[in-house]
C-alpha cells in the first residue's frame, strides 16, 4: 500500500481553487474539464494541469469505487493488530496482502487497524490465521466483522 504524501499536515499550499477542486470532483470524479474549469474560474487547459498537480502530489487520486458485496466479496472486516517490535515494519507486511484494503496505526489499545475484503468467511480464515498472524511481531488480534456499512463517503475536507 503505498504511503500517501500530502502537501503538507495542514493542507498548506493547497489554494481556494484547489480546495473548490477537490471538493467537486469528490461529487463527481467523472466531471469533464469543459465544466470544472469555469466552475472554479480557470480554463479548461488549467484545470487539467492543477487537477494533475493534485495528482502528481498525491493529494488526491481519481479512483472508481466499486461495492465488493457486487463483486462477489461478500466479507469484511476491521482486524485490531497488537504488535511486539516495530509497527512500521509489521504494516509493511500486513499492507502487502492483496485482501488487505487500508492500514492505520493507532495509538491505544490496539497497534494497528487492518480492513480486509475477502469472498467469504472461509478465506478470512486463511488471512487472518495463515497470513496476518504469521507475520513475525503480530501479538494478537481482535475482528470485527462488518454486518453493514451504513455509511461510507469520501467527501471529508469540505466545507
Not at 4 to 20: E, F, H, I, M, Q
Not at 34 to 43: E, N
Not at 87 to 96: M, Q
Amino acid at each position: 500500500m503505498p504511503t500517501r504524501t500530502p502537501v503538507s499536515p495542514t493542507g498548506a499550499g493547497l489554494d481556494d481553487v484547489d480546495r473548490r477542486i477537490i471538493e467537486l470532483l469528490q461529487r463527481d470524479g467523472r466531471l469533464p474539464y469543459a465544466q470544472l474549469g469555469p466552475a472554479v474560474g480557470l480554463s479548461q487547459a488549467a484545470a487539467r494541469q492543477r487537477v494533475q498537480r493534485l495528482i502528481d502530489s498525491k493529494v488526491i487520486q481519481i479512483v472508481a469505487v466499486a461495492d465488493p458485496r457486487v463483486l462477489g466479496f461478500t466479507r469484511q472486516a476491521m482486524i485490531g493488530l497488537k504488535i511486539e517490535g516495530d509497527t512500521r515494519r509489521v504494516a509493511n507486511a500486513v499492507a502487502a496482502l492483496p485482501e488487505v484494503e487500508y492500514v492505520v496505526l493507532t495509538a491505544g489499545a490496539l497497534d494497528m487497524l487492518v480492513e480486509v475484503v475477502v469472498e467469504d468467511d472461509e478465506q478470512l480464515l486463511y488471512v487472518l490465521n495463515d497470513k496476518i498472524r504469521a507475520i513475525d511481531g503480530v501479538q494478537t488480534t481482535e475482528t470485527y466483522i462488518y454486518l453493514r456499512v451504513h455509511k461510507e463517503t469520501y467527501e471529508w475536507g469540505r466545507p
